[in-house]
């Protein structure tokens, strides 16, 4: 798990696109946490997510409320491990395990961050455009990434 923590930390570092209130399109910053998830178990995997969520919430994090906190940093990175529930279709556990993140991004968007929506925009519709913006973009490079692993039998599904 540590050895996953940091890979991932690294690879976070690695931000081609920032938003400017959080929220970065990575060099595929989530597919150790979803490979982790893939060749243990959900426990194992939402374990590293929160690890991983606590240590980007040092890293980069910024306080404002207790629980808009938890929603983007443990809770949307731990729930990434549910990708595990998918091992005979990997893909589908990647889109799992991002539409959780998306979830908690989406919930603290609209409840913390929803006073930034453009004026006349709803925070709902400012929330998922947000966070769905760049969580699509990290979608895609985690799929392609995990799509590229189980070609090569790196995830070794069999197991």
Do not use: C
Not at 9 to 20: D, E, F, G, R, Y
Not at 129 to 158: C, F, K, P, T
């Amino acid at each position: 798990m540590a050895i996953m923590v940091a890979l991932a930390t690294i690879l976070s570092t690695i931000k081609p696109v920032s938003m400017p209130y959080g929220g970065s399109v990575t060099a595929g910053s989530m597919v150790p946490i979803l490979l982790i998830a893939f060749r243990r178990d959900a426990k194992v995997g939402i374990t590293t997510g929160v690890i991983y969520g606590l240590v980007q919430m040092m890293i980069d994090g910024w306080f404002y409320s207790p629980i808009g906190m938890i929603l983007d940093y443990p809770f949307a990175f731990g729930i990434l491990g549910i990708a595990a529930l998918f091992k005979k279709q990997p893909i589908v556990g990647v889109v799992a395990g991002i539409a959780g993140r998306f979830v908690g991004h989406f919930i603290s968007g609209v409840v913390f961050f929803g006073m930034y929506a453009p004026e006349g925009m709803s925070p709902v519709i400012y929330s998922a455009l947000y966070n769905g913006s760049y969580l699509a973009a990290e979608l895609i490079i985690s799929a392609l990434l995990i799509y590229a692993l189980v070609q090569r039998n790196v995830l070794n599904m069999d197991l």
